[in-house]
T-cell receptor, first 113, second 115 residues
Framework: RKEVEQDPGPFNVPEGATVAFNCTYS??????FFWYRQDCRKEPKLLMS???SGNEDGRFTAQLNRASQYISLLIRDSKLSDSATYLC??????????????FGQGTILTVHP | GAGVSQSPRYKVAKRGQDVALRCDPI?????LFWYQQALGQGPEFLTY????????KSGLPSDRFFAERPEGSVSTLKIQRTQQEDSAVYLC?????????????FGEGSWLTVV
């Protein structure tokens, strides 16, 4: 079983739609959680961190459920520019002084007119 | 630019050839990571440097892979006797100190194709 699992999609949605991505992780000692965005042939870039209390950044809402080891990302009012691969990322530092990022497979989103 | 710079951007190697991939991290960044991203997959950790010290190389897939950062700045990932399964994007990332997720910066990657 992979340490971080995501539904690879692809998700094809019209502009204005709401879309939700889910992710599960297996290492209960994981300390921090993120969503990254990766455009085609580009590097991953941090979209937002994920906190247990939930956090929102404009049209994007991230949630973390530590008990279920489950992370979600909700995108409201989808834009064409949201088309990308969304990567669920877990910091599985495991007591080290640095963070080793573990990435999910990525979920492909295509927003169409 | 001021970002993480990687070279070459694209490399085609014949099977059995040795390759060297270079990473110039952001100036002053202590931490440097190498990741491997196969087509359709997320990046996978290869190795981590803190300054010139390689603190973790647990992700290197075989002894054909070797990384160094001799002066604590530029890093090189070397792959000896390349195989087709080595075809991937090799991403370098750096952060100022340790890691906080919010401050890790990736380069655009070196795209390696082994034929």
């Amino acid at each position: 079983r992979k340490e971080v699992e995501q539904d690879p999609g692809p998700f094809n949605v019209p502009e204005g739609a709401t879309v939700a991505f889910n992710c599960t992780y297996s290492n209960s000692a994981s300390q921090s959680f993120f969503w990254y965005r990766q455009d085609c042939r580009k590097e991953p870039k941090l979209l937002m961190s994920v906190y247990s209390s939930g956090n929102e950044d404009g049209r994007f809402t991230a949630q973390l459920n530590r008990a279920s080891q489950y992370i979600s990302l909700l995108i409201r009012d989808s834009k064409l520019s949201d088309s990308a691969t969304y990567l669920c990322v877990v910091n599985s530092a495991g007591g080290t002084s640095y963070g080793k990022l573990t990435f999910g497979q990525g979920t492909i989103l295509t927003v169409h007119p | 630019g001021a970002g993480v710079s990687q070279s070459p951007r694209y490399k085609v190697a014949k099977r059995g050839q040795d390759v060297a991939l270079r990473c110039d991290p952001i100036s002053g960044h202590v931490s440097l990571f190498w990741y491997q991203q196969a087509l359709g997959q997320g990046p996978e950790f290869l190795t981590y440097f803190q300054n010139e010290a390689q603190l973790d190389k647990s992700g290197l897939p075989s002894d054909r892979f070797f990384a160094e950062r001799p002066e604590g700045s530029v890093s090189t990932l070397k792959i000896q006797r390349t195989q087709q399964e080595d075809s991937a994007v090799y991403l370098c990332a750096s952060s100022l100190a340790g890691f906080t997720g919010n401050t890790i910066y990736f380069g655009e990657g070196s795209w390696l194709t082994v034929v």
